[in-house]
């Protein structure tokens, strides 16, 4: 393997939010200092670490970034996310105007003025600028991270990854890696996918999911529980339309319901945000409480208060996916990649208990190194 930065994954970000800016930052923090791997899941990879992860191209809807240079676009209004880095040196990278279809809910430009959207007024591009800037830029990995609810976005950029041959890690819930003929469209392209929805490295699904294993281990019967999550970035201010929240509580409910024992009926479980709380930022508090009952049928239950900052629990994450996306390549594997998807995402193609996907994906490490 060459040295760090030599061989390059080149990727390119569709939304420069408060996640791109936490994995722009982490990337630059991360490079900077090769020993600094404190909140690594994995500090090489395949034998890639973070210094090989360029990013080419990013696009965006808002005018405050759009037409900027991406280091200075993460810092541009509405975003407020945690600074991992004080400053990121230039990228050379500025950020395009993209398309829009429904990736901004109707009540963004309204309200408060450090959350709103403040829509570009440059034209947008047409399938086929998309897929020359892919190809242009050696593109090898797209990454997506626009808004909860943005199915026909999300489409269009994935026609346009598979248009250029681009891979794809699916960040948000809208369901790509695990819809059946998105996968097989990627299988039969030759090309990797991952997905779909993100986990936190240590955030709300997966302590609830750690919860619900421990309760089946244990043998605790669980009768009844709830997440409740509140927060103040731009996520939850476009959660606030409930029309634009079918396919993330899907996803965030059967990755709960995926590790219970015995599966709850429908109005026994609640899973998904609760409300936005502009003055929290990039703060995310979940409220979460499991009822069960224990020898004999006597009653038991479990309160936790989670708070963590909400765009950095996931770069960490994303920079694993992004290196197995990678590896993916170089091996020639094509569509869903199920064992980092099982572990790293909420929405799978194929659901696993955290161990199990924990303990398949280092086994398919070793072996991978084992071959190098």
Known sequence: MSQPGTNPIRV????????????????????QDQSQTRGLLHPKLGGYTAADIQIVAAWDVDRRKVGRPLEEAICAKPNCVFPIADTVAPTGITVRMGR???????????????KRFEMADES????????????????????????????????????????AGVGVINCIPVFIASDPGWADRFRQAGLPIFGDDVKAQLGATILHRTLADLFRMRGVEVDSTYQLNV??????????DRNRLTSKKTSKTEAVQSVLADRLPDDQIHVGPSDFVP??????????????KLFGDAPMNVEVRLEVEDSPNSGGVVIDAIRFGRIALDRGMSGPIEEPSAYLFKHPPVQRPDREAFESLETLLKKWNEQR
Not at 100 to 114: S, T
Request: glycine fraction near 10%; proline fraction near 3%; include cysteine.
């Open 231 to 240: 927060g103040g970035n731009t996520d939850f201010y476009n959660m606030l």
């Open 12 to 31: 390119a970000l569709v939304g420069v939010g408060n996640c791109a800016a936490s994995l722009v930052q982490g990337l630059f923090f991360y490079s």
């Open 124 to 163: 947008q591009p047409e399938l086929d600028e998309v897929v020359s800037v892919l190809k242009e830029s050696g593109v090898q990995l797209l990454i997506n991270y626009l808004p909860v609810g943005s199915q026909q976005a999300t489409e269009f950029y994935m026609e346009a990854a598979l248009a």
């Open 100 to 114: 829009i279809l429904d990736g901004v809910a109707d009540h963004m430009d309204e309200g408060d003025p450090a």
């Open 279 to 292: 003055w929290l930022d990039d703060k995310k508090v979940c409220f979460l409480r499991m009822q069960g």
